[in-house]
């Protein structure tokens, strides 16, 4: 079992939460890890290069000068690559790198890299957050009651709340993603959670989803 303190805005223990692991995974697989980290790399590869052939520039198909007879060495047009001006031999072109692994593989590596965060005692547990208004100073503040204002941190509520997402918004170091949002890259790129009581009793149920790329789990402003 695993005990955490649950503290509040001010950072004072109101609590204890305590939960068994294995709701989470049995093990953490590195290998697993890594592999689904990759994919999240891969899939923000933009893959938008392009050059041109030897058929895409401009200038005249025709052999610039006859074959012999000029005491010059042999050449054909001028889109030959080894002019200059010319085309590419192996033109560049645009290519889409992005592929998926099985959900229930990147869904498990999510649990994992959650796991890990525990183990390691990196998770904060708060006992709620409601922010009126949007204000950074309150944020900032709460980081700083916690002790987290000096490392990264991955902020996780229970659903999005725009009000709380347009207070962490200017912070460099702090992200926020719902409970339903979490994936794997984003838990292992930051180095400490800061996880909300009831996102946490979210993630326990198994209510999320099997990983969303990052790029995609930016919330609107």
Same mark, same amino acid.
């Given at each position: 079992?695993?005990?955490?303190?649950?503290?509040?805005?001010?950072?004072?223990?109101?609590?204890?939460?305590?939960?068994?692991?294995?709701?989470?995974?049995?093990?953490?697989?590195?290998?697993?890890?890594?592999?689904?980290?990759?994919?999240?790399?891969?899939?923000?590869?933009?893959?938008?290069?392009?050059?041109?052939?030897?058929?895409?520039?401009?200038?005249?198909?025709?052999?610039?000068?006859?074959?012999?007879?000029?005491?010059?060495?042999?050449?054909?047009?001028?889109?030959?690559?080894?002019?200059?001006?010319?085309?590419?031999?192996?033109?560049?072109?645009?290519?889409?790198?992005?592929?998926?692994?099985?959900?229930?593989?990147?869904?498990?590596? @999510?649990?994992? %890299?959650?796991?890990? !965060?525990?183990?390691? *005692?990196?998770? =904060?547990?708060?006992?709620?957050? +409601?922010?009126?208004?949007?204000?950074?100073?309150?944020?900032?503040?709460?980081?700083?009651?916690?002790?987290?204002?000096?490392?990264?941190?991955?902020?996780?509520?229970? @659903?999005?709340? %725009?009000?709380?997402? !347009?207070?962490?918004? *200017?912070?460099? =170091?702090?992200?926020?993603?719902? +409970?339903?949002?979490?994936?794997?890259?984003?838990?292992?790129?930051?180095?400490?959670?800061?996880?909300?009581?009831?996102?946490?009793?979210?993630?326990?149920?198994?209510?999320?989803?099997?990983?969303?790329?990052?790029?995609?789990?930016?919330?609107?402003?």
């Amino acid at each position: 079992m695993i005990a955490l303190p649950i503290h509040n805005r001010t950072g004072q223990q109101v609590g204890t939460y305590e939960f068994d692991p294995v709701d989470l995974a049995a093990e953490v697989n590195r290998q697993l890890l890594h592999d689904v980290v990759v994919m999240y790399e891969t899939n923000r590869r933009q893959g938008t290069v392009q050059t041109k052939s030897r058929g895409m520039v401009q200038g005249c198909k025709k052999k610039m000068y006859k074959q012999k007879g000029t005491g010059r060495a042999r050449m054909g047009n001028k889109r030959t690559p080894i002019r200059r001006g010319g085309g590419h031999t192996f033109g560049k072109h645009p290519i889409d790198f992005r592929y998926r692994l099985p959900k229930k593989a990147v869904a498990l590596a @999510t649990r994992m %890299a959650l796991l890990s !965060k525990f183990l390691d *005692n990196q998770v =904060t547990v708060l006992d709620e957050l +409601a922010i009126a208004t949007p204000k950074t100073k309150d944020v900032i503040a709460l980081l700083k009651a916690l002790g987290l204002s000096e490392s990264s941190c991955l902020l996780t509520i229970e @659903t999005h709340d %725009a009000n709380v997402w !347009k207070s962490a918004r *200017n912070i460099p =170091t702090l992200s926020v993603s719902p +409970a339903s949002d979490l994936n794997a890259y984003d838990l292992l790129q930051r180095k400490m959670i800061l996880v909300t009581k009831g996102a946490l009793d979210l993630i326990r149920s198994g209510k999320f989803r099997a990983g969303k790329n990052p790029s995609e789990a930016k919330q609107a402003g």
